[in-house]
């Protein structure tokens, strides 16, 4: 099975930006699609970014389309979160969840349900 770390998460100023990993080990990541997700506190986990295994399909959630960008670098087993204009609302744990991809390597998913593996999540703190 795939292990995941996040790494990246921090305090940074509203309008700043921050760049998470999301690093496997075990497994290599070029056979999974991947997902980010955060949870901030009283609330639900919420979607935010997904992307295929051949990055041919990426999906945002809304309150963060323009803003955040996810990539992947299977040559490094990492894919990468990046955030711009970060405002207080992005205030979260955010972790990353991978699946087994199908064979074609185009799915991704925004349901967290599909996820089997997932990271311990990394703090971001936005401050206004």
């Known amino acids: 099975q795939v292990q995941l770390v996040e790494s990246g998460g921090g305090l940074v100023q509203s309008g700043g930006s921050l760049r998470l990993s999301c690093a496997a080990s075990?497994?290599?990541?070029?056979?999974?699609?991947v997902g980010w997700f955060r949870q901030a506190p009283r609330k639900e986990r919420e979607f935010v970014a997904a992307i295929s295994r051949n990055s041919g399909t990426i999906f945002y959630g809304e309150s963060v389309k323009g803003r955040f960008a996810i990539s992947r670098d299977n040559a490094k087993n990492t894919v990468y979160l990046q955030m711009n204009t970060l405002n207080p609302e992005d205030t979260a744990v955010y972790y990353c969840?991978?699946?087994?991809?199908?064979?074609?390597?185009?799915?991704?998913?925004?349901?967290?349900?599909?996820?089997?593996?997932w990271g311990q999540g990394t703090q971001v703190t936005v401050s206004s």
């Open positions: 969840a991978a699946v087994l991809s199908d064979s074609s390597g185009t799915y991704a998913s925004t349901g967290a349900a599909t996820y089997e593996y």
């Open positions: 075990g497994r290599a990541l070029w056979r999974y699609y």
